[in-house]
């Protein structure tokens, strides 16, 4: 493939599936703050979004991506970059000449695994099919990848090699351990979820003593972003009621219940994550949930007055590959974590310092250590030191770094389409001369004992491939 090169300062265009409103969530905030930081760099910048917009942009243009202007939006564009699934509906985008990004660092073939639909088998296997055929269909077209960590990196490249795109390119440079260079290094990067570049200062008041239920000196935990079905809140809610036995004052808020997108109804557990603190008796007193999603530039007023974050979830796919995007707003508002182990995140924790992590489904864990959160002042504050350690570290502008590098000189992929999943290309047939040459280099490795060794192993595998056919 011929590489197209744009100028330097790109115009980028980024399409996400989420309202673009005051009300932002994580694939909104995620477009947002690339956004930001690529307008930082001088990049002319809109954010299109298939859903709704009633936010201003900051620097950049915010508008609707609707069929009388997607295709105007793409054409006037340098980089397109995706989140999300739209080249089922519209195919015309994976011929279009812009360079093309994927921006996966939310694996959501995986997410559906976790979710509680209530649909029947056939209805399964139809999202999935669809699912894979989406990623399929991006993983083939991109020319830059981007995920959140180390272990969704080795998933996409799995993928990317079950579709033929981790081979060798023709004239590609050979490093010193003799790999081709700018192949799969240069087109899977790693760019996660960040912490904003924006001051922490809260407006007081909008938790204590503001929500029912949250007083003055209580314990605050604080749940930072909606409850979907890949999550385990049940578990958190019942260590809860085991720990408010010693610690009387203790508090779960969950910031929100109901998710700002209307299109992503329809999770099972947030209900029942209500039911079962009604059962408990504990509903309102010591578990209270917020019935909206918190404006995204009033979020710190909540986090400055909980004590710690926490976050729970299950074993399983999506967690292994997960990035837990709400605990960026716990470091960002200094607030040691408690999470369960599993997903990297809780790595994080464990090598920095900055919390506790407990095994998954341990209500008597988990308690304890809320408690011990909740009575041991000082570790408290050294997790917090730890957290806001971390934070500085963890920027936007830091961890979009490989992207923002990419985008000094963006080009198309040296690595060629090639789709052996859904449009295999035809394999040449082997002649006579592949045969001599591969007899001389066996000859010349080992030889005469080699090459019989290989001429019987052929006789073998034909006898083999002829079995059945008598």
Known sequence: MTATRVPARARVLLIVGEPISERLAGPAIRAWEIARALTARNHHVTIASSRSVSREGEGFRVVEFRGDNAEALVDESDVVVFQGGFYATMPWLAVRPQIQVMDLYDPFHLEFLGRQHGFDRDQETRVVSELTKELNAQLSRADLVLCANDRQRDLWIGQLAALGRVRPVNGAAAGADGAAAGVIDDLVRIAPFGVTGQAFEPTPGALRGAVEGIGADDFVLVWGGGIYDWFDPMTLIRAVDVARHEVPELRLFFMAKVHPNAML???????????????????????????????????????????????????????????????????????????????????????????????????????????????????????????????????????????????????RSTVPIWNMVEDPPPLPARTRKDDLVTFARLLRDGGPRLVAERVRDRVRRDALRLTGRR
């Not at 999506?318 to 709400?326: I, L, M, Q, V, Y």
């Open 265 to 411: 109804d329809g999770h099972a557990v947030p209900d029942q994550a209500v039911a079962l603190a009604r059962e408990l008796g504990i509903l309102g007193t010591h578990v209270v949930f917020n019935e909206e999603w918190v404006p995204y530039d009033e979020r710190a007023g909540y986090l400055a007055e909980a004590d710690i974050g926490v976050t729970t979830h299950p074993a399983g796919l999506e967690t292994r590959f997960s990035f837990r995007t709400r605990n960026l707003d716990y470091l960002w508002a200094g607030l040691p974590i408690i999470t369960t182990e599993g997903d990297v995140f809780a790595d994080l924790v464990e090598r920095h310092g900055n919390g506790l992590t407990v095994p998954v489904g341990d209500v008597d864990a988990l308690a304890a250590a809320i408690v011990r959160a909740a009575r041991d002042t000082s570790a408290r504050e050294a997790w917090a030191a730890a957290s806001r350690e971390l934070a500085e570290a963890m920027t936007w502008e830091r961890v979009l770094g490989p992207f923002l590098d990419f985008l000094e000189a963006p080009a």
